[in-house]
Each structure stands twice: as structure tokens, then as C-alpha cells.
């Protein structure tokens, strides 16, 4: 008899067991993933004999003297708070990853003592001058190629606009906006 139970048990485990993989079988069948022909996915062809229209350039911008006149130093000083990760806004600051910019504008550009320019900045010359810093803060490595500068840019003129008016209030003797 015991022999009987014990075949009983065997038959109870080994039909579990297959009923386990026929079910895993099935699901597999049921929801398996379509496998594609070829890797990737078909892109629309252009039209045959439509000429391919170059990419719309940014659209140019305002005069600066116009921004300047509309900028808002209160909203500037919110428009670099991404800036501070980097940079030290407070007089007397210290560098950080990047030089501190109080009194920034009409400074000459890598004039910081101490700080580890790159060799773009280094090679630029000249003051930072209202429409110099623009133009940095647009695109810095379109202005600077070769810059150490992460930061992608300020595309929003406005913003770029009243970040200058900020960084004119950032100075003991802020040197006024362009006519």
C-alpha cells in the first residue's frame, strides 16, 4: 500500500511540474514579443523632387539697448540661480568652478588672478562689455569655442537681458547701459 501512495505523490509532483511549464509555454506563446524582420523602424522618404528646405535659423536678435531699456534686475537676480552653482555673485568671492562675477562687466576677460582659464577665454582679449556677455551667455561655446564653460546658454534674449541688468548692479562703479 505504501508503495501505492508514494507513486500517488510522484505522479502529484511530476504533473504540477508539467502543468507549471505547459502554462509558462503558453503565456510565452501568448505574449510574446513580435520579433521584427529587420532592426529599426522605416523613416519616411523625402517626396521625389521636393528639394530639402535647410533648418530655420534662431531668428536674429533685438537691439540690446532695446532689451536693456525693458530689463528687469529683480528678474535677472532669479535668472542666475542656475549660475550660482558655478559662480560667486558677492563682492570680495571667492572662485568657484567658475570666477566670481561680481564687478564682471568691463573687467577684461580672464582677468581673475589665480583662476585656470581655458586657452578660448585666455585668446578672447578685450572687456567684458555688455554685448560680449550677451553673446557669452547665448551659446558660451559658440562664443568661446574650446571654453570649459558647461553651461548649454540663455537663449531668451529677455532673460539674457535682465541677467546683464543684474550683473550691472553687481558693481562700485557700474558702467552704464549702451545708447
Not at 529587420?38 to 539697448?65: F, I, N, Q, T, V
Amino acid at each position: 500500500m505504501e508503495t501505492t501512495n508514494s507513486n500517488k505523490l510522484a505522479l502529484a509532483v511530476l504533473s504540477t511540474l508539467l502543468a507549471t511549464m505547459a502554462l509558462g509555454v503558453f503565456t510565452n506563446a501568448v505574449f510574446s514579443p513580435h520579433k521584427m524582420v529587420k532592426a529599426g523602424y522605416e523613416l519616411p522618404a523625402a517626396e521625389e523632387g521636393a528639394s530639402a528646405a535647410p533648418p530655420a535659423a534662431a531668428p536674429p536678435d533685438d537691439p540690446l539697448p532695446e532689451l536693456l531699456a525693458k530689463a528687469d534686475p529683480a528678474k535677472g537676480a532669479n535668472d542666475i540661480k542656475p549660475c550660482q552653482a558655478c559662480h560667486s555673485f558677492d563682492k570680495g568671492g571667492p572662485a568657484k568652478v567658475g570666477p566670481p562675477l561680481y564687478g564682471v562687466v568691463g573687467r577684461h576677460v580672464a582677468s581673475v588672478a589665480g583662476f585656470a582659464y581655458s586657452d578660448a577665454l585666455k585668446a578672447a582679449g578685450g572687456d567684458w562689455a555688455y554685448d560680449k556677455i550677451f553673446a557669452f551667455i547665448k551659446s558660451p561655446r559658440t562664443a568661446a569655442p574650446g571654453t570649459k564653460m558647461t553651461f548649454p546658454g540663455v537663449p531668451d534674449q529677455q532673460k539674457r537681458a535682465d541677467i546683464l541688468a543684474y550683473l550691472q548692479t553687481l558693481s562700485d562703479n557700474p558702467v552704464p547701459f549702451p545708447k
